[in-house]
């Protein structure tokens, strides 16, 4: 795949064999038996994205020296990831997480064996950051890797700080799990996910959340919304970029899907990205007389892994002169990660001209022959 010159887009964190039953059977359905194998995870999703998009990236964890591993590795480089900098160790495992796909009024299901892992275990001592950063011009990072262990959380931090000395742009995407956070007994995962993520978001050129993370993380609710009932209220959205650009000022943009979720095969999808400088808020789609309009996801094949896809979309929309501007960059990233709830997988297995075309209006989903 022809890459792009100039940016190179690096992201760390944890990736896991995902495996999931078929269609939308449930795991005690299949069990004994077969499940599908597939790899996944939040910054390796990101990068997988942008490879596909024609943009330089790099894929930066810590892995198990396997086979398992090995075949990973095969799998990125063959989307066009740099895997070259991934540090390989003798302690840890790979991660697991097992997948149910729901439908209707029964939501998907996450069930993580993740406990041990080789980033979980391996402390920042362990890192070349200098090797790590070299040529990076943008840095992704998420609340996921700080949450598995005092290690990771560590990691994390001291890599956001080598790149912010370097002058790398740093993207950061709250992933609050409440299953995970809990590595510090006696902590609650909310007040030690708050601690941890504060001095990192501070660093942070982008901020990313969804409907509940900035709530989770930070204690900040968009006021007038409701995530139980579907109900989203555009201003609340943009009173909690406010709030946010208030607390970290560093931010120049701050950006957040908007899911409404009338059942799991059924959703509205769109997003909006906020710019600190002037504190404009950007939204996308948008209807023929300029007002927010969702896109209407009634089929949804597999949500895991839209944040991450627009996440993805928005980092090359804003290092690209043709999508660049707030508005522009919006509206691919959200066209982007709506295509994404029609792919199986992790990745969003998309090019940028699929993504043009749907965000120019060609949504028919007729063959293309």
Request: with cysteine; glycine share 10%; proline share 4%.
């Amino acid at each position: 795949m022809e890459r792009l010159n100039g940016p190179v887009v690096a992201g760390f964190g944890e990736v896991m064999l995902r495996l999931s039953p078929e269609g939308f059977k449930r795991v005690d359905q299949v069990l004994p038996g077969s499940l599908e194998a597939t790899f996944g995870g939040a910054e390796a999703n990101v990068c997988a994205s942008i490879a596909r998009f024609g943009m330089e990236a790099r894929y930066l964890t810590a892995l198990p020296r396997n086979k398992i591993a090995d075949a990973l590795k095969a799998e990125l480089r063959g989307i066009g990831v740099d895997v070259s900098r991934i540090h390989d160790t003798d302690g840890g495992r790979l991660g697991i997480y097992f997948t149910e796909t729901g439908a209707n009024q029964r939501g998907s299901m996450v069930i993580y064996d993740r406990a041990h892992s080789a980033i979980a275990e391996t402390p920042a001592s362990a890192y070349d950051f200098n090797a790590m950063l070299d040529g990076v011009t943008w840095l992704h990072l998420s609340g996921i890797t700080p949450s598995l262990s005092r290690n990771a959380a560590e990691a994390n931090q001291a890599l956001a700080e080598a790149a912010s000395a370097r002058g790398i742009r740093i993207s950061l995407d709250l992933n609050f799990r409440k299953k995970l956070w809990r590595w510090e007994p006696g902590t609650e995962p909310r007040d030690l996910a708050r601690r941890v993520m504060e001095p990192l978001a501070a660093l942070a050129d982008l901020i990313i959340g969804n409907e509940e993370d900035a709530k989770d993380v930070f204690g900040i609710e968009a006021k007038g919304s409701s995530i139980e009932e579907g109900v989203l209220s555009l201003e609340g959205y943009k009173g909690v970029a406010a709030e946010l650009a208030a607390r970290f000022p560093k931010a120049r943009w701050i950006a957040t899907t908007l899911r409404e979720s009338r059942s799991a095969t059924w959703n509205g999808w769109g997003a909006m990205i906020y710019t600190t400088a002037g504190g404009k808020a950007d939204f996308a789609p948008l209807a023929p007389d300029g007002t927010y309009r969702p896109y209407e996801i009634r089929a949804i094949v597999d949500r895991v892994g839209g944040g991450d896809s627009f996440t993805a979309g928005l980092i090359y929309a804003l290092n690209t002169e043709k999508w660049a501007a707030p508005e522009k960059a919006i509206a691919y990233a959200a066209a982007a990660s709506c295509l994404k709830h029609s792919i199986v997988g992790d990745y969003n297995r998309v090019s940028v001209a699929e993504v043009e075309a749907f965000a120019a209006g060609n949504a028919s989903g007729r063959i293309a022959r």
